[in-house]
């Protein structure tokens, strides 16, 4: 019976405690803990079966570390926010157990994301015996697992990698984003990157941009490039790869307001006085923003998001595309949350039962594309997020 520790009970932690709990085999108990406790709560009444909860402050070590040592997990699952990454993986390599998460770390005074600081960690993990899988959501995560599973059948090398995700689902708001806006506009605001032979090139914020004709109906629709955290890894692990590039569709009512908050100020990070109180404009923008967790009932249409995949297989060129289709509503009859946060919660169980399967395990900091494909791709088609492949002209 392995014990497991959801840190984290905003959109993903629901879907990620929903979707352990449906798999009592693996996840034998659950504890769910988070900031405000009344929201772990609201969840476990949700669920087919009992979990405990708890209230902990996960920028805080010592917290974590007595409530780690007193629940005794198998493995640890962040669900709560970048910012917390390094105090959690610290809060396990004093306990002694497992770490896994679905976004790199980030600093909260600057919005820059990168894997050097988790990767520091990979001596120690090492050396514990202990493993933390890094970005087991959907983007970071299924696309490094598809990226692995490709690069394992179908090529001898890749040279061209778009990940491209699109989500064609419709909230009825004039603004809103479908996960932590915090994290959200500091993630579309900042300069794009790619990778091409060898080295980053930067792009001003949402200033390139193409038309990529979606399947199952959703049809054409504007991308546009960004930078994506695990560009950063997949650029080390894919044997070849020349280019590598994110994109991401909005919409132009989306761009038109970030666009407006933008320009008066509201997306700033940093500190600003009004009336005599410090307050942070992107903090008080999510406060008055609809909660995503809330966004679950209203989303109707589908997500898409997937790997186009170019290079060579015995010599010859060959154009691979591997998706998923995610639909916001069936999300919500099974989890009650939208498509994002099931698209992210989803795979963050799956990884978790990978590693408390002993499917994956290996002590040390890994990201997913490091890991064999084969178990992960076959989970991902039994617990609803089926994937489709297609090898195209070109
Ligand atoms: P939410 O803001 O909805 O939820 C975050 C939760 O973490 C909240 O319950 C919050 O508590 C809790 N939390 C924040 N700070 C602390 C703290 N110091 N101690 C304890 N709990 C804390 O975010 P989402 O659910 O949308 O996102 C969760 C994670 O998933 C994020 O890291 C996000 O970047 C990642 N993500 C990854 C994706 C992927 O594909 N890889 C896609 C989408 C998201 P409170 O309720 O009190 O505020």
Redesign the pocket.
């Known amino acids: 019976m392995k014990k497991v520790l959801i840190?984290?009970?905003?959109?993903?932690?629901?879907v990620v405690a929903h979707k352990c709990a449906q798999n009592p085999e693996v996840f034998g108990e659950i504890m769910l803990?988070?900031?405000?406790e009344s929201?772990c709560k609201a969840i476990a009444a949700q669920l087919s079966r009992p979990i405990q909860t708890a209230q902990?402050?996960?920028?805080?070590v010592p917290e974590l570390v007595a409530l780690i040592n007193s629940y005794k997990p198998d493995l640890v699952m962040?669900?709560?926010?970048?910012?917390?990454d390094l105090?959690i993986m610290d809060a396990c390599l004093e306990t002694g157990v497992d770490y896994l998460?679905?976004?790199n770390y980030e600093p909260l005074d600057e919005a820059k994301f990168e894997y050097k600081w988790q990767w520091a960690y990979q001596e120690r993990f090492k050396q514990r015996g202990l493993m933390a899988l890094l970005?087991?959501?959907?983007?970071?995560?299924?696309t490094n697992v598809f990226s692995a599973y490709a690069q394992k059948h179908h090529f001898d090398e890749i040279h061209q990698l778009d990940i491209i995700d699109c989500n064609a689902g419709d909230h009825g708001y004039p603004f809103a984003t479908?996960?932590?806006?915090?994290?959200?506009i500091r993630e579309v605001t900042a300069k794009g990157r790619y990778w091409e032979r060898g080295e980053w090139v930067e792009t001003d914020p949402l200033s390139w941009s193409m038309n990529f004709d979606f399947p199952a109906g959703i049809g054409p629709k504007k991308c546009f490039l960004m930078y994506h955290e695990e560009l950063e890894s997949l650029v080390q692990n894919l044997k070849g790869i020349k280019r590598a590039r994110f994109w991401m569709t909005f919409s132009d009512n989306y761009l038109n307001h970030l666009k407006v908050l933008e320009n008066v100020g509201m997306t700033r990070i940093d500190e600003v006085e009004h009336n005599g109180q410090k307050i942070v404009p992107i903090q008080f923008l999510k406060t008055l923003l609809p909660?995503?967790?809330s966004l679950g009932p209203r989303t109707k249409g589908k997500t898409c998001i997937g790997c186009l995949i170019k290079g060579v297989k015995d010599g010859k060129p060959r154009t691979y595309y591997v998706y998923n289709i995610c639909d916001h509503q069936e999300a919500y009859r099974e989890v009650q949350s939208q498509a994002?946060?099931y698209?992210?919660g989803v795979?963050?169980m799956i990884g978790g039962m990978m590693m408390l399967t002993g499917k994956w395990k290996q002590p040390g900091v890994w990201n997913m594309e490091q890991m064999d494909p084969d178990p992960f791709m076959e989970k991902l088609n039994l617990h609803g997020l089926p994937w489709q492949e297609t090898f195209l002209e070109g």
């Open positions: 840190i984290g009970a905003g959109g993903v932690g629901q803990a988070s900031r405000t929201k902990v402050d996960a920028d805080n962040n669900i709560a926010l970048p910012y917390q105090t998460d679905t976004a970005g087991s959501g959907f983007d970071p995560g299924v479908n996960f932590n806006p915090e994290i959200n909660d995503p967790a994002i946060s698209t992210t795979p963050a």
